[in-house]
Nanobody, 125 residues
Framework: QGHLVESGGDSVQAAGSLTLSCAAS?????????KAWFRHAPGKEREEVAS???????KHADPVKGRFTISRDNAKNILYLQMNSLKPEDTAMYYCALSTYSGCSVIGRSKFNYWGQGTQVTVSS
């Protein structure tokens, strides 16, 4: 229960596209107030890429704004991250995260109590 499974990571050329998926149990998915995607590149801090709150309102980090889109399928309990116009600097391990404690407006990574195992995205120039 509460297990998150990401998929969709791959190696692509710059300007390519990928769609990441994060499947959750129904109980975890529907009890979460905030759903998000993070990424962690070697030598860098883990950063929040996009978030989606219980109302459906989304937020995207400046480096990916206009290129990435977070979305959900409530019937399938799946969180998505559509990534277009990929750049080499998007190369990272991508993680989905859910919070059953608080909404997205609460600052900080500690609010997320469920994490996936990660899926690797590699973008070559």
């Amino acid at each position: 229960q509460g297990h998150l499974v990401e998929s969709g990571g791959d190696s692509v050329q710059a300007a390519g596209s990928l769609t990441l998926s994060c499947a959750a149990s129904a109980a975890t998915y529907h009890s979460s107030y905030c759903k998000a995607w993070f990424r962690h590149a070697p030598g860098k801090e883990r950063e929040e890429v996009a978030s989606l709150d219980i109302t459906g309102s989304t937020k995207h980090a400046d480096p990916v704004k206009g290129r990435f889109t977070i979305s959900r399928d409530n019937a399938k309990n799946i969180l998505y991250l559509q990534m277009n116009s990929l750049k080499p600097e998007d190369t990272a391990m991508y993680y989905c995260a859910l919070s059953t404690y608080s909404g997205c407006s609460v600052i900080g990574r500690s609010k997320f109590n469920y994490w996936g195992q990660g899926t690797q995205v590699t973008v070559s120039s």
